[in-house]
């Protein structure tokens, strides 16, 4: 089992950078395929970008494609989601999820496939 606590979000501009963070506790985080997804008010769950095992292997959304980045650094238990060119629309309370998996490269693209949860971080861009 793993427990996942989001930090980083915050209030900032359209055109800002932030870093969201993950840490996760428990055991064995490398075995983790460690996803990042957001929600807006009034809105369903959305993939925003997803990371592999072994951090070599990325997916991201359309919607953030260029502008965002995912990686991992399984010594330290923690996966960064460093957002760029901020804009409003990216104004949503921000997820980070993990699921075991067995294969290095393996990433986990929709909220069904995801067994660990973590509270969120709210991310506002305002414009």
């Known amino acids: 089992q793993v427990q996942l606590v989001e930090s980083g979000g915050g209030l900032v501009q359209a055109g800002d950078s932030l870093r969201v963070s993950c840490a996760a506790s428990g055991r064995s985080f490398s075995s983790y395929s460690m996803g990042w997804f957001r929600q807006a008010p009034g809105k369903e769950r959305e993939s925003v970008a997803t990371?592999?095992?072994?951090?070599?292997?990325?997916y991201y959304a359309d919607s953030v494609k260029g502008r965002f980045t995912a990686s991992r650094d399984n010594a330290k238990n923690t996966v960064y989601l460093q957002m760029n060119s901020l804009k409003p629309e990216d104004t949503a309370v921000y997820y980070c999820?993990?699921?075991?998996?067995?294969?290095?490269?393996?990433?986990?693209?929709?909220?069904?496939?995801?067994?660990?949860w973590g509270q969120g971080t709210q991310v506002t861009v305002s414009s």
């Open positions: 990371i592999s095992r072994n951090g070599y292997n990325t």
């Open positions: 999820a993990a699921r075991a998996v067995s294969t290095p490269s393996t990433t986990l693209q929709t909220v069904y496939e995801y067994d660990y």
